[in-house]
């Protein structure tokens, strides 16, 4: 299984992504930019599959053939999913156009992702935000520390309760991998893409540019 990172509106490159891997499943795991003007993603094949980040309309994303929705667990890939991320930039974004107030999963969700999470124990979590004791150790470009956010704190008690093998994630636009208690975290920058059964990476933005 292949899971890549952040988008951003590139859809062409995403695209011309899918192609390598036209008979893999994959998974875009949020920030692809769905509802934000000008931004189409056509349908993909079956087996190519993505959900929200903190980029995207959750309206117009929950339409998407391809879209797995705000949480779930795929029992057929063995992945459990989570959507969603507090946007640091929202103030100098246009509501309604670029930005929305249920980019994060609302307390009711939360509460049933947690109870699914308990019951299925998954091996492979991914998500568009990662953990908060785990993001915390990123250099990013942000000034000043990384704040705590509803999402980042609920990815953290997820966490606490059961260590998946692996936990994917996107958002903070880095290429980053470290094993911390068992489970091996992958942070994925802009279109990398990662293998899960190789643990390897490719940053797709470099290789697509050449």
């Given amino acids: ?51 929200a980040g903190n980029h995207d309309n959750p309206e117009v994303c929950a339409k998407h053939p391809n879209n797995l929705g705000r949480f779930g667990y795929i ?4 992945y459990f999913f989570v959507s969603g991320a507090w946007s640091i930039d929202a103030k100098f974004r246009v509501p309604g156009v670029e930005w929305w107030p249920n980019e994060e999963l609302y307390h009711h969700e939360m509460e049933a992702a947690k109870r699914l999470y308990l019951d299925v124990k998954p091996d492979v979590v991914a998500s568009h935000e990662g953990p908060y004791s785990i993001i915390t150790n990123l250099r990013t470009n942000w000034p000043g520390p990384i704040r705590e956010t509803r999402t980042s704190l609920f990815l953290d008690e ?7 093998k692996t936990w994917v994630f996107g958002h903070w636009h880095q290429s980053w991998q470290r094993e911390v208690q068992g489970t091996r975290f992958v942070c994925l920058d802009e279109l990398e893409a990662f293998d899960i059964t190789s643990y390897s990476t490719i940053h797709q933005t470099d290789q697509l540019l050449k």
């Fill in 1 to 51: 299984m292949i899971f890549i990172g952040d988008v951003h509106g590139k859809i062409n490159r995403f695209l011309s992504i899918l192609e390598q891997y036209s008979t893999k499943r994959v998974v875009q795991i949020g920030d692809m930019c769905v509802g934000f003007p000008g931004v189409v993603l056509p349908e993909l094949r079956v087996w190519h599959k993505w959900f």
């Fill in 75 to 78: 029992k057929s890939d063995g």
């Fill in 158 to 164: 997820l966490l606490k309760l059961h260590r998946p």
